[in-house]
């Protein structure tokens, strides 16, 4: 007799269980598609585009294709076998050169290091101590924040000058690194850059670059008088040069012009002591 | 009423299911890595343990006490436990796609949590009314999702801290949990 009221109860379950599967569908509505598009995606979980995951996505994307336009995912826009699947799949043509990326770490990295620091070893610690341990309050401390958060590993640290450094053909402009850094160094910059300026001191009209490092601008305008292109303007608000990369021709003058080395050719970054770079930690 | 006060303080701090009766301590090691899935834990067994309790108090005293099979509860409760989790999954897959998949294998893993079992068979042996055992449930849930919110807390924290290669981790999780243990123990005997 007990043993039938547990048949009886279980049976009672079971027919529960049932019902409910056949009351609520499981097929939930345009699950191809996302997996679909799932199967296209990178599958890394990097988080950029602000989704949790390749997944969540997919499944944004499957409900609203024009979300690939606001936000992209930028190793897609990279890889242009996966791009053309993910145009076919959305239905939409992207624009990759226009939206292409890539992280630049504005500092040269020069700037004297005051004292030493035993404490947590990451910079955002470092960071809320005067502003790190650097000379200039707005130096790279190398501590390797956006080392760590990089999914592509495209970011590597100086070990001359402890500072990071963005490879450009690895990095995919996802913007994660972006974030990370607690000295708001980083900044996405269109993909075709072809010179980069490597000082983060926020913009002041006097000349507070030379007196904190090195490497600081001193805004002399020396690059803008070099420029036989016109490619380079000067900002009178921000005491700063622009850059303008379609008529810039990579000739360099400006950067050799420069006395306080403050232009790099950004297309070599990260590559002339490939063999000397290695990573933090 | 306070009694009712007195049991859900009980469960919720003096006899807290993870530090002081040990039991739920997989997902309590498993999930508590970060605090947004700490906490969807927490909330998914705080309800499977609320209906749990409720299903088993009918059970057992509308259909085990009256038919003098008690001593089968134990089977029975595992039977109505395992029902109610695979009705709730179905659940979350149909409204949540993202939620069940992060949860993974950890949301079946309710049905053999000795904690939502534990629940079930406290308010058999201690023998509830209807109120107290649903008021014992909700505030073993909280009990449990207030455990996990710590741990995944300092689990966080712990990221960036110098541990030593070989404690990274589960070791340095497990001591961790002692040392909270030990800071429960301050509980008991208030009540």
């Not at chain 2, 455990?147 to 290669?165: D, W």
């Amino acid at each position: 007799m007990p043993i039938g009221i547990m048949a009886a109860i279980g049976l009672a379950c079971g027919l529960i269980i049932y019902l409910v599967y056949i009351k609520v569908p499981q097929k939930v509505k345009g699950l191809e598609k996302t997996e679909e598009i799932t199967s296209i995606l990178p599958g890394m979980n990097c988080g950029a585009c602000g989704y949790p995951g390749c997944f969540a996505y997919a499944q944004a994307l499957s409900q609203d294709p024009d979300l690939v336009t606001k936000t992209p995912c930028s190793q897609v826009l990279q890889d242009p076998d996966s791009l053309a699947k993910l145009e076919k799949a959305l239905g939409c043509k992207l624009d990759a050169a226009a939206m292409c990326k890539k992280a630049l770490v504005h500092c040269g990295g020069n700037s004297e290091t005051v004292c030493d620091y035993y404490g947590v070893q990451t910079c955002k610690a470092a960071a809320q101590l005067l502003r790190g341990y650097r000379k200039c309050p707005y130096a790279c401390l190398g501590l390797g924040d956006c080392v760590e958060i990089c999914p592509q590993g495209a970011i590597s640290i100086d070990p001359e000058k402890n500072i990071a450094i963005v490879d450009p053909e690895k990095c995919t402009g996802c913007g994660l690194c972006v974030t990370e850094c607690p000295q708001d160094l980083i900044e996405l910059v269109p993909a075709g850059t072809k010179v980069a300026f490597l000082c983060n001191y926020q913009p002041l009209k006097n000349i507070p670059g030379r007196e904190r490092c090195d490497y600081g601008c001193t805004h002399c305008r020396k690059c803008f008088k070099a420029c036989e292109f016109e490619a380079i303007e000067w900002n009178k608000e921000t005491a700063l040069p622009e850059f303008n990369q379609e008529k810039c021709t990579l000739c360099l003058k400006c950067v050799e012009v420069c006395p306080q080395n403050t232009l790099a050719d950004f297309t070599k970054m990260g590559k002339e002591k490939e063999a000397e770079l290695v990573a933090a930690k | 009423m306070s009694e009712l006060v007195a049991i859900f303080l009980g469960m919720v701090l003096i006899n807290n299911f993870i530090l002081v009766r040990f039991l739920g301590l997989c997902p309590f090691f498993g999930v508590s890595k970060q605090l947004g899935s700490a906490i969807s834990m927490g909330v998914a067994v705080t309800f499977v343990m609320a209906i749990a309790s409720l299903a088993t108090w009918l059970i057992r005293n509308y259909i085990l006490i009256p038919l003098d099979i008690e001593y089968m509860h134990i089977v029975i409760f595992i039977l109505v436990i395992a029902t109610l989790v695979q009705i709730i999954e179905l659940f979350i897959k149909k409204t949540n796609l993202g939620l069940y998949f992060s949860f993974g294998i950890y949301l079946p893993l309710i049905t053999t949590n000795c904690a939502v079992l534990g629940i079930t068979l406290i308010n058999a042996t201690q023998d509830y009314s209807l109120s107290s055992s649903i008021v014992a449930a909700l505030g073993g849930g909280l009990g449990f999702t207030l455990v996990l919110a710590i741990m995944s807390g300092i689990r966080e924290k712990l990221e960036l801290a110098n541990t030593p290669k070989s404690m990274k981790g589960l070791p340095i999780a497990f001591i961790i949990a002692a040392l909270l243990g030990l800071a429960f123990v301050g509980f008991s005997g208030i009540i």
